[in-house]
């Protein structure tokens, strides 16, 4: 079952020059089309190319995202840092935190959830993510890992509608290997049990999307998952003809 109205954050990480900007022109095209008009397309390169990257895609329905930002919301004395005000005033609309790249770098689920405050402030969309190691994963450990992870990282939340959770098992990322489908049917209605027993009822349905090495080779399997809103694309966001070939194979 393939969907018309889905995410696709291109998660650049650290890679990408004004090159590369410039071949997201046959996505822009693309996504004119009527069929792929209601699919939201977010590029999330390194904080160097978001201005650039913003003005260039300022007329179409493309959105920027950043891969991260810092706690702190008003400015400061943080040499090197970047917070959401920097990012939000540079063109970016979404931002991605919790990525398990930064949880390795130090993030904890406090400080997560501190920069997911910071991000609301400024009315930025969140894409958390969220997913357990291999480890984690072999000791069964895998509910309770999303459970802390969600109950931390939304810790006093109240409105989840600017949020969106990128549900990424940390041995899938980069790896080539993918849950089994029941598997993630499974972790995926986990999430939004959790999320059901966190959330005011007043709030809409929050959105998950999946990431971990997906492929325009597995993406069709992957859609068939009615679960999944949307992905989160690391490797495969950095070649322009895989990330159209993902984008016409996740649509109708
Ligand atoms: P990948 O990365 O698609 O290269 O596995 C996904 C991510 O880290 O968001």
Redesign the pocket.
């Known amino acids: 079952m393939t969907n018309n109205n889905m995410y696709f954050?291109a998660?650049w990480?650290m890679h990408g020059n004004t090159r590369y900007i410039e071949s997201s022109k046959s996505i822009i095209k693309l996504s004119k089309q009527k069929k792929y008009k209601n699919h939201k397309i977010i590029y999330c390169p390194p904080y160097t190319l978001i201005n650039h990257f913003h003005k260039k895609v300022k007329k179409s329905k493309i959105l920027i995202g950043a891969q991260d930002c810092h706690e702190i919301l008003n400015f400061g004395p943080y040499t090197g840092s970047i917070n959401a005000k920097l990012i939000k005033s540079a063109g970016a609309k979404f931002v991605?935190l919790g990525?398990?790249?930064k949880r390795k770098d130090g993030d904890t689920d406090k400080v997560i959830n501190a920069k997911i405050k910071s991000a609301l402030v400024e009315n930025l969309k969140i894409i958390f993510?969220v997913g357990e190691t291999l480890l984690q994963k072999r000791k069964k450990l895998t509910y309770s890992v999303l459970k802390k992870q969600i109950n931390l990282g939304l810790k006093d939340i109240k409105k989840f509608a600017n949020i969106i959770i990128?549900y990424?098992p940390v041995w899938?990322?980069?790896?080539g290997l993918l849950p089994k489908n029941e598997d993630l049917k499974k972790n995926l209605n986990d999430i939004k049990n959790i999320l059901k027993k966190l959330k005011n009822k007043k709030n809409s349905e929050v959105k998950i999307i999946y990431?971990?090495?997906?492929?325009p080779k597995n993406v069709k399997n992957l859609v068939e998952i009615k679960e999944i809103n949307g992905f989160?694309?690391?490797?495969?966001?950095l070649n322009s003809k895989k990330f159209i070939d993902i984008l016409k194979k996740s649509t109708i």
Request: include cysteine; glycine fraction near 20%; charge should be negative.
């Open positions: 954050v998660n990480k991605i990525h398990s790249e993510c990128a990424e899938s990322i980069g790896t990431g971990g090495s997906v492929t989160i694309i690391g490797g495969a966001s």
